[in-house]
């Protein structure tokens, strides 16, 4: 890159150019937040802001970051949790921001789209030819002829795509194919042979797109590979000095899920067949051994929490750890022929995984109950061949590895329309590991910029407080359905239904299906996407669904001016994660469920309630069809992070207001 001979104009004018180039209007949280991700660059100090929806954000943080990027020669890197925000980023703000920004700059600043390596096809993959390198249809598969169609299909569609694809990259896809086709074409970055033994190198999508990444000033990638990136041995991102965390309420959960190890029946099959022909049979006897008698005991087992490890299971996992220790090492990964190194590698990196993640569990249960940092369960997931048992061992808390891994690298801004919890940003700043003692501690500030809207005029929180208290069934009283009709017969549907069950949504659904005449849509008929395309274009039509609907929905206007809650979405009971989370807190002198339960509802209700106010004109009601919002001890906690609503309890008043709302309309 070359850096411009000038200075980067103030950062108001910037931020007023590039509002003007995208139809936007002057929005002072916005310049708040411009200017404080500056300041957070200048002083090396990490930056935690909440933005209300309608605030801008994006720009808030753009114009600031390509700004300093251009000046310093040096990327900015911005990571997101969902593909929509990434696509909203890529395709829509960057073209023409960077068009608008570049005579100010001196240059058109580049940008990048940045996934993991197992994203892209892998060309070696595709052209492997040799038995040895295909492979083995899943288990669930072995017996169901139309499926295993399927996969052929869809690996013969996909290795067409690939003379004619310019990215390979998988959401270019359409339309796309299941994992197990997936997995047939890509790898992971460790299966990866590396450009200097991949004949493909040259044409690696990967490598390309990390060469685009390399010459980019903003980087665009996701949550995981920020997070393998933290994690690994080796970087995949490019060096940088400024960090963005979009969406960042989501940073700690997709940190965990990329840290969690797995051990199941089919993961153990896949591995054992891998390394067939490529080691001593004794080697791979030793290893079938062990998988299969794992595997029998995990289906025998029972669901949940692992607090004590027991002498069996104790004993077959350090079988099963040492005899895929032993088959790692009895690969040769180094051969010269290069699809046979790749099959090698593969089936090394199968072995070892196992191995690592089966010392790992035993060594979780080392230290007393109370001082432990890993969490082991067990889950019985339902598949099309059955029953499916897997062993998990998830990190505790991923804070130290964020603080260690993630903030020492590069000032970081952290932004959402949902941080503060209970009216503070500690919650948070505690996941993130940003707090601590002063040795330890990162300097960070906390902002929230708020939002342009007036929420108290355009909207109404509604707490159904006659309602009796939810019950343990997951699904809702006769109460209950009652007030849901009363309450969409007066909005005239236009209704975004947010249960906390699949099963609470459709009982919901089926119900309101025989007593209305307006549409009722329930998530899982068809995709989600399609449903809310749907939803969006017909107002008197109703959505109903669960977790994905509380934070993916952007519906503006006259189609969404009801949002129904059924009930406070506190985490199952049997959540292993938190519920040892919750025990950990408590154990330690704290208030667990506060701390965990109660967070992880407030956080939830915040993103559910953040779907009524898309744009500047909107209207509409907040109902909440638990009386505990308003009578419990943790409502006042709960209700503190909401936006500023006006609150009322009299059903009469909001049906009378959804009933001038649809008039208006």
Known sequence: MTSTDSPAPPLAELLATAVAALGGQPRGGQQQMADAVAAAVDSATHLAVQAGTGTGKSLAYLVPALGRAVTDDTPVVVSTATIALQRQLVERDLPRLVAALAPALGRE?????????????????????SADQAEPVDQDELFDPVAATALGRDVQRLTAWAETTDTGDRDDLTPGVRERAW?????????????????YAAECFSERARARAGAADVVVTNHALLAIDALGEAAL???????????????????????????????LTVATRRIGRLIDPELVQRLETAATTFGAVLHDAEPGRIDHLDDELAAHLTALRDAAGAARAGIDTAPTDPRA???????SVAVGEIAETAARTVAAFGPALTERTEVVWLDHEESRG??????RVAPLSVAALLRGRLFRRATTVLTSATLTVGGSFDTMADAWGLTGSAAEAPRWRGLDVGSPFDHARAGILYIAAHLPPPGRDGTGSVEQLSEIADLITAAGGRTLGLFSSMRAARAAADAMRERLEVPVLCQGEDGTGAL????AADPETCLFGTLSLWQGVDVPGPALSLVLIDRIPFPRP?????????RAVSAHGGNGFMAVAASHAALLLAQGAGRLLRRIDDRGVIAVLDSRLLTARYGGYLRASLPPFWETTDAHRVRAALRRLRGAH
Do not use: M, W
Request: charged share 25%.
């Open 574 to 582: 049997d959540d292993p994660l938190l519920a040892a989370r919750q």
């Open 532 to 535: 809310i395309d749907r939803f």
């Open 183 to 199: 997995s047939q074409v890509a790898v992971s970055a460790r299966e990866c042979l590396g450009a200097a033994r991949c004949p």
């Open 386 to 391: 059955g029953r499916r048992s897997v062993l």
């Open 341 to 347: 190194a790749a099959a090698r590698l593969e089936a």
């Open 237 to 267: 991102l490019p060096e940088h000095d400024l960090l963005v965390v979009d969406e960042a309420h989501e940073l700690a959960d997709r940190v965990t899920a990329v840290a969690t190890g797995e051990l199941s029946a089919a993961t």
């Open 109 to 129: 600043p580049r940008y990048a789209l940045l996934k993991g390596r197992r994203n892209y096809l892998c060309l070696n993959k595709i052209h492997a030819e």
